[in-house]
């Protein structure tokens, strides 16, 4: 049973890669009103994994100082979102926002707040069109900022580290000439998982049901 429920199918992420795109390019479409430059952000790509080895994904090339914007969400499904960049890339996503002219004393000192603004516009971005497409309502915390190695952001030696699993989305930042890598992810017990997948095959279903060869 702990094997299925962390497990995506083929069609399941396919689906959930799908709907989470429409988040991205909602929240890429802010976001480049926040830069004034072009922001491009990849298809996400989706996986459910443990909480240790999404700590070792976001330890790509070795970076183990991280910082993460998280926040809180519930409804049919809860658990906790996070919008993870390794820290030296954190400081140039907050350039691009603030702009070349400004200090690294001033980046680093209004760090904090645009970090926040961006993590809300994209969590809520991605959460809110997931909710909004499988037609359920989402409700979600104020964003925080956290810092840490991989371990220290999805609490791996926590209680409960044994019984929870992430639905990791791995997405490319682009904007301009700067390069900077985020992920996302969602931290949810099984019963919540098994709650989204059941809630994403419905869709799929409903999706099918609607299809011109089921309509003939």
């Known amino acids: 049973m702990t094997a299925d429920i962390g ?4 069609t399941e992420q396919d689906a959930l890669a799908e709907i989470a795109n ?4 909602r929240a890429a479409s802010s976001l480049r009103q926040m830069v004034g430059e072009q922001v491009l952000l990849s298809v996400p790509s989706v996986r459910i994994v443990t909480r240790a080895a999404a700590a070792k994904l976001v330890e790509r090339d070795n970076a183990k100082k991280l910082v993460a914007v998280q926040q809180s969400f519930e409804g049919p499904f809860a658990g906790r979102a996070l919008l993870i960049f390794p820290e030296a890339q954190s400081l140039e996503l ?11 004393e001033d980046v680093i000192d209004l760090e904090h707040e645009a970090l926040a603004e961006t993590g809300n516009i994209i969590l809520n971005g991605c959460l809110a069109t997931i909710a909004n497409v499988l037609h359920r309502t989402m409700r979600m915390s104020l964003p925080s900022i956290v810092r840490g190695d991989g371990a220290a952001l999805f609490d791996v030696d926590g209680p409960a580290s044994g019984a929870q699993f992430v639905l990791f989305l791995y997405i490319d930042f682009n904007i301009k ?9 969602l931290l949810m ?5 098994a709650t989204l997948k059941a809630i994403v095959n419905d869709f799929i279903h409903a999706i099918e ?8």
């Open 7 to 10: 497990e995506l199918t083929h």
């Open 22 to 25: 429409m988040g991205v390019s």
């Open 94 to 104: 907050v350039r691009s926002i603030l702009g070349d002219e400004h200090t690294l």
């Open 177 to 185: 000439t700067r390069d900077v890598h985020g992920f996302i992810a």
């Open 189 to 193: 017990d099984l019963p919540s998982i």
């Open 209 to 216: 049901d609607q299809s011109p060869r089921h309509a003939e």
